[in-house]
């Protein structure tokens, strides 16, 4: 389906976009950590700063597993099945691997997964 150079050149886009998340995740932490530490804060302030904190907090956790996402797809290029369905292992369409190089499932394997809540 892909050819070496090709695979080579989705593996830097993978590791650039984790890259890209890292240092979103480092910006992220750092903005919480800093929250509420410029003075003496009320009751607003501080369910504003938990707020803020819970914000970003769950940020991570979506960046967490955007990183998952990228390490599984840079796991079937070293394998050798990148760009087959883990579900059904049909062809994914090249257009969706254009727009979610990390994509595991086809989209009618994603669409099932999604009505059902998996």
């Not at 090709?6 to 998340?21: T, V």
């Not at 504003?48 to 996402?69: E, F, G, N, T, W």
């Not at 760009?83 to 086809?106: D, K, N, T, W």
Request: hydrophobic share 35%; net charge negative.
């Amino acid at each position: 389906m892909y050819n070496k150079d090709h695979l080579q050149k989705i593996k830097q886009e993978l590791l650039q976009l984790r890259g890209e998340i890292l240092e979103n995740a480092r910006k992220s932490h750092a903005e919480s950590l800093s929250l509420g530490n410029d003075g003496v804060a009320d009751i607003g302030d501080m369910s504003a700063k938990s707020y803020s904190q819970d914000v970003l907090m769950s940020l991570s956790q979506a960046q967490l597993s955007r990183i998952r996402d990228v390490d599984a797809a840079l796991e079937r290029i070293q394998q050798g099945g990148y760009g087959i369905c883990v579900a059904c292992e049909e062809e994914i369409a090249p257009r969706r691997l254009e727009v979610r190089p990390f994509s595991r499932y086809c989209i009618d394997c994603k669409e099932e997964y999604e009505k059902f809540g998996e």
